[in-house]
């Protein structure tokens, strides 16, 4: 089997192998399915044409004019012919295209790509229902485009669901993979809290901006109530962006937390791993996931997750089976969720955490799983 992967966001690296550097997820996904003895290829729109082979996959670097990331009124026809021919020159058999919302590239490559079956993988994409004129127009150009396409990729079930009530795919042309995954893995605490100045009994560890959407509200409502029961509990937030950090600090000053919240900022990539491995569990209060990256790798390092009750962590938790869910919003839910773990062994629960993630969300389980999707992307392909 020979699978295309068809990216379509642009970014200007020095060089391709630079770009690649910050494309694991891509790079990581393709080389799994490498290792499942499929033969990769991967598409990449950049400035300039160029080609590498790396770890069995096969990378085009395709020059494109239209830079910036794809809109859905620009007609990228140039770099889609050439896509094509990519395609008809290695025999693919199924071609992997990233956001169904590069509407016209989606359009495109449906058109001029006819002999291959196309699926699409969405990133937690809202559909927004506005009737407006712009976004009506927008709607009815997207159902156009996903008439050219065999199907959507979502991370998870139950994310497709306005897409299904708004007409514009139908549930059997729906498939199900997580986008990401971790090479992060479980270590011992004691070290990495040296390094990391994390302590607690628990470390609580939050990874999200500080926005409504994150809703880091929640979890310190819920956190002031735990702390009164456990008061040797820490609680560490991790972000990058912070609309209502503001909001955030005067929480902590009025409720004496200053000892108790730590607010540390931004990190970068390399760092977090010693980060996920200096806690015990992870808290989301998020309204909305395309998956939970954060969540993903601190579960590969064998945290506990806590989360709302919204479709890819409900995936991600197996309906709550490992970890706990609570409502949105809800933070008396979080609060008891949280003292009825702190009364179950922490190491017991890690255990299962680290077994449910290898078994469900590495890298060769994602790759597992994308085989079974595009195996039956050929089986209805019309013949």
Partial sequence: ???????????????????????????????????????????????????????????YFVK???????????????????????????????????????????????KFVKDVPIIVQ????????????KNRLKIFLLRKSLQKIFGLIFSSPGLERDWVEMKLINN?????????????????RRKNRAL????????????????????????LRAFVEVNKLHPKAKLYLIYRSATIEGEVRQFIEKNDLQEFVFLLGSKVRSEMRKYYNSADFIISASHKEGSGYSVIEGMSCGLIPILTNIPSFVDLTNNGEYGALYEVGDSKMLTKRIIELLNQPIEKQRTEVLSRFKSHFSFDAMANNALKVYNEVLDRRPT
């Fill in 1 to 59: 089997m020979h699978i295309c992967f068809v990216q379509y966001y642009f970014k200007s690296y020095d060089s391709p192998d630079e770009l690649l550097k910050h494309s694991f997820t891509t790079t990581d996904w393709a080389e799994a399915l490498v290792r499942s003895n499929v033969r990769v290829t991967v598409i990449q729109r950049y400035d300039k044409s160029a080609y590498l082979e790396k770890n069995g996959v096969s990378y």
């Fill in 64 to 110: 494109d004019r239209l830079h910036g990331d794809p809109r859905y009124f620009r007609l990228a026809i140039s770099f889609t012919k050439q896509v094509r021919n990519l395609i008809a020159e290695n025999k693919v058999d199924v071609v992997h295209a990233s956001n169904p919302m590069a509407i016209s590239s989606n359009y495109l490559l449906g």
């Fill in 172 to 188: 059997k042309d729906c498939f199900f993979i997580m986008e990401n995954s971790s090479h992060f893995e479980y270590e011992e």
């Fill in 196 to 219: 990391t100045q994390l302590n607690g009994e628990p470390v609580l560890l939050s990874v999200g901006n500080l926005d409504t959407n994150k809703d880091p509200m929640t979890v």
């Fill in 122 to 133: 969405d990133h937690g994409t809202l559909v927004s229902k506005s009737r407006s004129l």
